[in-house]
């Protein structure tokens, strides 16, 4: 066994290697770029070398510099998480020059699988169910629509060296792929320094089920059942589950004997995954394989009990694998979330900027639940527009589905982050929503769901008493803070009125909720009135929030709750179960007085197109003078390795530009003015 391995990579993915490393025994080197000189994954290593400056390709995609690294640390192997030099058979082979060990799959089996093209003629060659498409390279978005109408709409267009949801656009007809062949190819050459891109037939609405395969350096190949991954944006994968709800015993049968059969043909012998397209009458067609650790690896460890990266680690030392395919169970479920530095308000567009506050949900074993929070960041720390925008994977695991969604549901309810935009309020919504509970998936779900965006919910029927019985408890421990501030004045005791009205909605209220407090044996009973003044439902409430915390943990009526809170001016705002409102609480005559306040008005917009998210100009398409129309593309912006492409909003004549490629912008800085 080795006793000192670097990891070339960085983030959640680097100390998740390093977690199992010490679990083994194993010292560990952590690489690092000046973006990330103070990053977790460098605090954790026992040892770490300075590779370059910010941008991957001038950092973590040199082979050169994670071989001078090895050699001056003595590490004698290397893994390289997921993405970088993780599927690059070049990079295997320079190690093995200078007699370091990769911890992944050999270079004969990366090129055959690595690369999306050639994948697919191995896998007909192996008899698995492939999709209809063009192999060959494709020159030009001319020659990418001629193989479209061939092929039929609507079409994948699909980086060769693709991952992670880069270099891949859908086009519905011949018009859409010119420009989804430009952006996939620039991309893909952004991402991966390889532009080739193909075409493919795109199956309407599509399930995405994975199957994990391990092999070993003996011939020994097996799988570890499935993943469904169908949850995706823009086909990136947001959240994954295991097993699918989809696939019955016979179905995942046939699917693992042909993920084994595509990996034995190339001689595989690490982990790695063979993904399948589904359709919902269980019919499944090979996609690509991935020559790596998947980022969603964590829900197959948890419903199998078998640590992938120790595998990995393992198989490269010459071990072979210590369990037969007879040996493989799947218990219980679990769900990750993927959680993302983007703004869920704001078209999930890229957000940056400082960790002010972290705080994820505690990790372990409650009962039959548990909870698992991989993560590469801490309070304080910065996301950088370099890397892509993941800050944590949150895992759960239960008995049944249901039991394993609810548990994520309560733990993302526990995660404050504040500081840059996140996908919290997002992933809450979905956790609570009726067509993911029942399993009805598609790759399309968001889109369906979702058309207009993300939009959290407000408050309706019993909740609006429950949140509205929160604020107004943290109201009455606030004040009861106030009441021993020093220096007030002599004389008769402060008190507080008991009888609050709580504004759901805001200052204007969209629901006004009048209740009473009591405190008892510990807790707190809030007495809701009616509209006419009669008693309605109490609610008991418990919990030892304090205030400044971010969380109010307690219980409702006996039942466990967890509800983001954030101060307001004379209230906070709540957050639960993708449900989020703004409560201000008042006595019954300042309740009466607000109500006479005017509302302040939102100012108008001008003219002008702002930068949505940090980033970096890829091009400008217009010119001072030019008309353009409504829907036009203007500029292409690039964050976090994916190009967003600026449209114009209405018809109209560019006055000004005031950026070019190549500026790095800040979010709503202008790039150019109408007339």
């Known amino acids: 066994m080795f006793s000192k391995i670097l990891i070339a990579n960085r983030g959640e993915i680097a100390c998740r290697v390093i977690k199992t490393a010490r679990k083994m025994g194993i010292k560990t080197v952590a690489v690092y770029s000046d973006a990330d000189k103070d990053a977790l994954h460098v605090e954790m290593a026992d040892e770490a070398v300075h590779i370059g400056p910010p941008p991957a390709a001038q950092s973590y995609l040199i082979a050169e510099k994670i071989i001078e690294a090895c050699k001056a640390t003595g590490a004698e192997a290397v893994h390289p998480g997921y993405g970088f030099l993780s599927e690059r058979a070049s990079f295997p082979k320079a190690l093995a020059e200078h007699g370091i060990v990769f911890i992944g799959p050999n270079p004969h089996a990366i090129e055959a699988m690595g690369d999306k093209i050639e994948s697919k003629k191995a896998a007909a060659a192996a008899k698995v169910s492939t999709v209809p498409g063009h192999l060959g390279v494709i020159e030009d978005g001319v020659q990418a629509a001629i193989i479209a109408d061939e092929i039929g709409y609507p079409v994948m267009i699909k980086a060769s060296a693709g991952g992670g949801g880069k270099g891949m656009r859908i086009a519905y007809s011949r018009a859409e792929v010119q420009d989804g062949f430009d952006r996939a190819k620039s991309e893909a050459k952004s991402s991966f320094g390889d532009d080739r891109v193909f075409v493919e037939k795109f199956i309407v609405d599509p399930r995405h089920i994975e199957i994990q395969v391990l092999g070993d350096k003996h011939g020994n190949v097996l799988y570890l059942g499935e993943r469904e991954c169908s949850i995706q944006r823009r086909n990136q994968k947001v959240v994954e ?27 595989y012998d690490s982990a790695g995954t063979v993904e399948f397209v589904a359709g919902q009458d269980k019919s499944f067609y090979f996609l690509e394989m991935n020559t790596r650790l998947q980022v969603e690896h964590p829900v197959t460890e ?27 169970t799947l218990t219980g479920w679990a769900v990750e979330s993927r959680i993302y530095a983007e703004d869920p308000y704001r078209s999930f567009l890229p957000s940056i900027g400082r960790l002010v506050r972290y705080r994820p949900p505690v990790e372990g074993k409650f009962g039959d639940i548990t909870v698992r929070n991989d993560t590469g960041v801490y309070e304080g720390g910065e996301i950088s527009l370099y890397y892509d925008p993941m800050i944590a994977k949150l895992v759960t695991h239960a008995p049944t589905r249901a039991a394993a969604i609810e548990a994520q549901a309560d733990a993302l309810d526990a995660f404050a982050i504040d500081g840059i935009g996140h996908n919290i309020p997002f992933l809450s919504a979905l956790m609570a929503h009726p067509r993911w509970q029942k399993g009805a998936l598609s790759t399309g779900f968001i889109a369906e769901e979702y058309p207009d965006g993300f939009h959290a919910r407000a408050p309706e029927g019993e909740l609006t008493h429950q949140l509205a019985a929160v604020a107004a408890v943290i109201d009455h421990v606030q004040n009861a803070r106030k009441r021993q501030i020093s220096g007030q004045m002599m004389g008769t005791p402060v008190t507080f009125d008991k009888r609050r009205v709580v504004h759901l909605g805001g200052t204007h209220a969209l629901v006004s909720v009048t209740c009473e407090i009591k405190e008892a044996d510990g807790a707190y009973k809030v007495q809701v009135f009616d509209a006419d003044g009669a008693r309605g439902h109490a609610h008991v409430l418990t919990s030892d929030w304090k205030p400044g915390a971010p969380v109010w943990l307690g219980t409702i009526d006996a039942n466990p709750s967890a509800l983001q809170v954030r101060p307001l001016p004379n209230g906070v705002a709540l957050a639960f179960r993708g449900v989020a409102t703004e409560a201000r609480v008042f006595t019954v005559r300042e309740a009466e007085l607000a109500a006479l306040m005017p509302e302040k008005k939102a100012a108008g917009g001008g003219k002008e197109l702002l930068c949505p998210m940090p980033g970096l100009v890829v091009s400008i398409a217009v010119e001072p003078g030019q008309d353009v129309k409504a829907g036009e593309a203007l500029a292409v912006v690039e964050a976090m390795k994916m190009e967003n492409v600026l449209r114009a909003e209405r018809d109209g004549v560019v006055k000004a530009v005031h950026a070019k490629p190549g500026d790095s912008l800040a979010v709503d800085a202008v790039i150019l003015e109408f007339a």
């Open 241 to 267: 589950e295991a097993p699918s709800p989809l696939l019955d015993a016979e179905t995942r049968r046939k699917m693992g004997e042909q993920a084994v059969a595509l990996a034995k043909a190339v001689g």
């Open 302 to 328: 948890l419903v199998t009990g078998i640590d992938l990266v120790e595998q990995m680690i393992r198989v490269a030392a010459g071990e072979p694998l210590a369990f037969t395919q007879d040996d493989i």
